[in-house]
């Protein structure tokens, strides 16, 4: 059966328009989503009493970032503390590893060099896509250092519209995008 131009260009439209709804719809990776960034500060070594094992002060999972699923996350890492550091994001649990791995869950979501660390004064910008809804870490895979302490939780949320720190100030987050 041979069909004329208005039943391709119907066909275009239809698939044009499912995909379009796809990117409105929470918990799915589209190109509404990808628009929407955070930008995260993160300083290893804060606090001093902490023997500067710990995220902006935070130890044990006491800083939660939640970002809504599709979004792109900007991670702004600074080491503060004498002891080299990284960053990464890695499945929950991973503070129960001397040696954490060194294979983030989201492409890009790590420090250079996350096993080894980086050194007082470093700085260093990383980005991801929080393409699947969960609950992760964001650990310092130094070994030993997760498991004494240095890590937070970042949930992917297919429901957040916005995203959170917790608690509150604990980390900058700043908002770019629709």
């Given at each position: 059966m041979k069909q004329g131009p208005a039943g391709a260009l119907g066909r275009v439209f239809a698939v044009v328009l499912i995909a379009a709804a796809a990117a409105m719809v929470p918990g799915t990776v589209g190109s509404a989503a990808a628009a929407h960034t955070v930008d995260v500060s993160i300083v290893a070594g804060k606090d001093v009493g902490s023997g500067g094992?710990?995220?902006?002060?935070?130890?044990?999972?006491g800083m939660t970032i939640t970002v809504p699923v599709g979004w792109q996350v900007v991670v702004h890492f600074t080491?503060?503390?004498?002891?080299?550091?990284?960053?990464?994001?890695?499945?929950?649990?991973?503070?129960?590893?001397?040696?954490?791995?060194?294979?983030?869950?989201?492409?890009?979501?790590a420090t250079k060099n996350p096993g080894g660390g980086l050194?007082?004064?470093?700085?260093?910008?990383?980005?991801?896509?929080?393409?699947k809804a969960g609950t992760y870490e964001l650990v310092c895979a130094v070994s030993g250092h997760?498991?004494?302490g240095m890590w937070a939780k970042l949930i992917v949320s297919p429901t957040a519209t916005a995203p959170s720190v917790s608690p509150a100030g604990a980390?900058?987050?700043t908002v770019t995008g629709n």
């Open positions: 094992l710990d995220f902006n002060g935070y130890q044990n999972g080491n503060a503390n004498d002891l080299p550091h990284s960053a990464i994001v890695l499945a929950a649990g991973a503070d129960k590893q001397a040696a954490p791995s060194t294979s983030p869950v989201f492409a890009g979501a050194p007082k004064g470093a700085k260093e910008t990383f980005t991801f896509e929080a393409s997760a498991q004494s980390a900058s987050l």
